[in-house]
Structures are given as structure tokens and as C-alpha cells.
């Protein structure tokens, strides 16, 4: 996948930069549009199965779950903080949720914000990102928003134990200015082609606020479960999660709260 995603790129460059002299601004744009026109292509055969069906898959295992929630006054000061070790024992039908550690201090002030924070403040319960990441028809991928968006291949990584290929979005400070969504960076299996992790930064503007959140997901194979190729009997489930937002206001100045969770000790629950 990795190598015919290369054969393109290096076309596009033969097909647009033969004769291209330096200050030809009308050249580099075709060659930046050929670049975001195959990584389009790529994105398009992605797979987001893993991603879709992490937290359903999550109810057929138990599992040990930390969780760490914290709030910053506008100097980056921590104002308040909780932190719980959970265990989650038996299946959907009987399930289990077990505080094996807890710790906290100060105090947590929302006010009128608290519908903007990550629920995971007010209970250890899971909060499945995708929603927010994946939405049906994102604005940087719409035909009429391709220029306010820089896209461009951002090397590879290790993904838990798996190569994976990073495709980055940026928005153009001249071009997308009163968009929404700010930057994304997919994390693609080389092997399964599977979305496995995903970032994104967004900006709300509100009345009397401004809101600035990053959202991130990385689901892994769960124990057991097979991996290899194209092989798509492969069961995800997550194993990390974080959310972040601050918030500005002319009243009350800015805090941010950050809600970090890490899954792990998968085992599945046997009928």
C-alpha cells in the first residue's frame, strides 16, 4: 500500500514539475493540488471499522482502566485534578466496575461551562471519541474547502506493535481562517489499512467564549486476536484516549481541562 501510494506521488511529480521554474507559483500549486489529490485518494480506501468498533467491542472484555482528569487556570496552573485505577469485571450482562485507586485534589469550577467538559469528569464510565474525530462528512474533505486545507504524508510511526502511515491536514492561516477544524493526522496500519489512531484540533467561537479542544484516539488489536495482511477478522479495542479544551472567556479568563484514559489488561469474558 505503502509503495504504490509512493509510485503516485512520484508521477505527479514528473507529470507537473517537468519545466517548472522556481518563481512559477502557477507549477508549485499544480503540484501541491496533484499531492492532495492523491492523498485523497488514499484516505478514501482507508478502512475505520478498528475505530468504529473499539468501544462496542470493549463490552466483551474486561478490563483495567486508568483515568486522569485535571483543570489549568489561564497561567497553566493546576487548579484540580482526579485520578481512579478501575477494573471492569463480567460480561454486559453482569458488569462490574471496580475503583482499585483513587486520588484527587482541589477543586474543579466549570460554572456555566460544564456542558463543554468531557463527562469523564463527573464519572469513571467510558467515552467513546469517535463522534467527535470521524464525523460523515468532514468540512476539510468537502470539494469546496480542498484549498483552505494543506495536506501532505508526515513519515510513519509505531502504533502500539504496528507500522502505521501518518497523513496530516493542516488548514491554511490565509485561506481557512473561519473554519472549525484546525488539524487532523490519521494513523493508517501499513498492514490491515485500518484507521487505528486519530488527532484533531477545532476552535469554537461562541458569543461570549472561545473554545479551543484536541481530541485523540488509538485503538490496539486485542489479545488473541489475529493480525496479519488484509486479514480482517481482527477484533480492536481502545487503548488510549484524550481530550482536551480551553476556554475563553471576557468574564471569567481562560482554564483548560485535560481528561486522559489508558485501557489495558484486555481479557475476553468467556459465556
Same mark, same amino acid.
Given at each position: 500500500?505503502?509503495?504504490?501510494?509512493?509510485?503516485?506521488?512520484?508521477?505527479?511529480? =514528473?507529470?507537473?514539475?517537468?519545466?517548472?521554474?522556481?518563481?512559477?507559483?502557477?507549477?508549485?500549486?499544480?503540484?501541491?493540488?496533484?499531492?492532495?489529490?492523491?492523498? =485523497?485518494?488514499? =484516505?478514501? +480506501?482507508?478502512? +475505520?471499522?478498528?475505530?468504529?468498533?473499539?468501544?462496542?467491542?470493549? +463490552?466483551?472484555?474486561?478490563?483495567?482502566?486508568?483515568?486522569?482528569?485535571? +483543570?489549568?487556570?489561564?497561567?497553566?496552573?493546576?487548579?484540580?485534578?482526579?485520578?481512579?485505577?478501575?477494573?471492569?469485571?463480567?460480561?454486559?450482562?453482569?458488569?462490574?466496575?471496580?475503583?482499585?485507586?483513587?486520588?484527587?485534589?482541589?477543586?474543579?469550577?466549570f460554572g456555566f461551562f460544564n456542558q463543554f467538559v468531557s463527562e469523564n469528569v463527573e464519572g469513571p464510565d467510558p467515552v467513546d471519541l469517535v463522534p467527535f474525530l470521524i464525523e460523515e462528512d468532514p468540512a476539510y474533505l468537502s470539494p469546496r474547502n480542498l484549498d483552505k486545507y494543506a495536506f501532505r504524508m508526515a513519515g510513519d510511526t509505531l502504533m502500539w506493535d504496528r507500522s502505521a502511515l501518518i497523513v496530516e491536514v493542516r488548514a491554511k492561516a490565509d485561506l481557512a481562517d473561519g473554519e472549525n477544524i484546525r488539524r487532523v493526522r490519521?494513523?493508517?496500519?501499513?498492514?490491515?489499512?485500518?484507521?487505528v489512531a486519530m488527532y484533531l484540533e477545532r476552535i469554537d467561537l461562541g458569543l461570549l467564549f472561545r473554545e479551543e479542544s484536541t481530541f485523540y484516539m488509538h485503538v490496539r488489536p486485542a489479545p488473541g486476536s489475529t493480525v496479519s495482511g488484509l486479514d480482517d477478522s481482527a477484533v480492536y479495542v481502545p487503548y488510549n484516549t484524550r481530550f482536551q479544551t480551553q476556554i475563553s472567556t471576557p468574564f471569567k479568563g481562560s482554564y483548560r481541562i485535560r481528561t486522559v484514559s489508558t485501557y489495558t489488561d484486555h481479557e475476553l469474558v468467556r459465556p
Open positions: 500500500m505503502r509503495s504504490f501510494f509512493i509510485v503516485i506521488l512520484f508521477a505527479a511529480a =514528473l507529470i507537473f514539475g517537468s519545466g517548472c521554474n522556481n518563481g512559477s507559483m502557477e507549477r508549485v500549486g499544480s503540484i501541491e493540488a496533484a499531492e492532495r489529490d492523491s492523498i =485523497l485518494v488514499f =484516505l478514501n +480506501q482507508v478502512g +475505520q471499522d478498528a475505530m468504529h468498533g473499539a468501544f462496542t467491542n470493549l +463490552q466483551d472484555y474486561e478490563y483495567r482502566r486508568y483515568l486522569r482528569t485535571e +483543570q489549568f487556570d489561564g497561567d497553566d496552573f493546576l487548579l484540580a485534578f482526579t485520578e481512579h485505577l478501575i477494573e471492569v469485571e463480567g460480561d454486559s450482562a453482569a458488569r462490574a466496575m471496580r475503583v482499585t485507586r483513587a486520588d484527587s485534589g482541589g477543586a474543579f469550577d490519521y494513523y493508517v496500519d501499513e498492514s490491515s489499512n485500518q484507521l
